[in-house]
């Protein structure tokens, strides 16, 4: 699996942009990026995923550089309800996933 | 419609007791998966399920855990001789192939067990 590195925690305001950032630089060329957020006392919930384009859906846009070596989720517009621990994960379409320790995002209002 | 649901919601058991979590997941996703999540640590997949080929067993912990899924649906993860380190949540998650040829894995509620 390939290594990921995400910030421990980042903290925003309500009703701004977030940008999390994750490098994996070991990416294979088959992997996809998925991301996966879970809320306080609740199970993950998927985000949003990308192979190779920059990718859009109601929730996030995710960003993915040229080489693949790293990406960024974007929240375009956080709320109070987008607190959660986000996992950047690299892998193969139907693989479990390798959860790291994920990026802590706080909201402040 | 429904999703991914998981019993029982809260388990206690003795140290030694066998314990039994099922998962009943999406209708018509092929793909079931287990993970335990431990008190502040982050999620560990144990075991995958995908339609009739042979589980991924590569995450079982120990010879202790074992899974079956019945029929293609309902999944049930028995540990037996429980240890307290075996205390955690165990989430349960099922996929179908979406678009882009990716899973998106959706995630039930968990069991949180308790070894005392």
């Known amino acids: 699996d390939a290594k990921t590195t995400q910030p421990n925690s980042m903290e925003s305001n309500e009703e701004e942009p977030v940008h999390l950032p994750c490098n994996h630089s070991?990416?294979?060329?088959?992997?996809?990026i998925h991301w996966y957020r879970q809320l306080p006392s609740q199970g993950p919930e998927y985000v949003i995923h990308?192979?190779?384009s920059n990718v859009n859906n109601r929730m996030a846009s995710l960003a993915i550089a040229e080489d693949r070596k790293s990406s960024t989720l974007i929240l375009h517009r956080a709320t109070l309800r987008d607190a959660a621990v986000y996992y950047c994960?690299?892998?193969?379409?139907?693989?479990?996933?390798?959860f790291g320790k994920g990026t802590h995002l706080i909201i402040q209002p | 419609g429904a999703g991914v649901s998981q019993s029982p919601s809260n388990k206690v058991t003795e140290k030694g007791k066998d314990v039994e979590l099922r998962c009943d997941p999406i209708?018509?996703?092929?793909?079931l998966y287990w993970y335990r999540q431990s008190l502040g640590q982050g999620l560990e997949f144990l075991i995958y399920?995908?339609?009739?080929?042979?589980?991924?067993k590569s995450g079982l912990p120990s010879d202790r855990f074992s899974a079956e899924r019945t029929g293609g649906s309902v999944s049930t993860l028995t540990i037996q001789r429980t240890q307290q380190e075996d205390s955690a949540v165990y989430l349960c998650?099922?996929?179908?192939?979406?678009?882009?040829?990716?899973?998106?894995?959706?995630f039930g509620p968990g069991t949180r067990l308790t070894v005392t």
């Open positions: 998650a099922s996929s179908a192939l979406g678009t882009g040829g990716s899973y998106e894995q959706y």
């Open positions: 070991t990416i294979s060329g088959t992997d996809y």
């Open positions: 399920f995908q339609g009739n080929s042979a589980p991924d």
């Open positions: 990308g192979l190779t």
């Open positions: 994960i690299p892998g193969g379409g139907a693989d479990g996933l390798t």
């Open positions: 209708s018509g996703h092929t793909a």
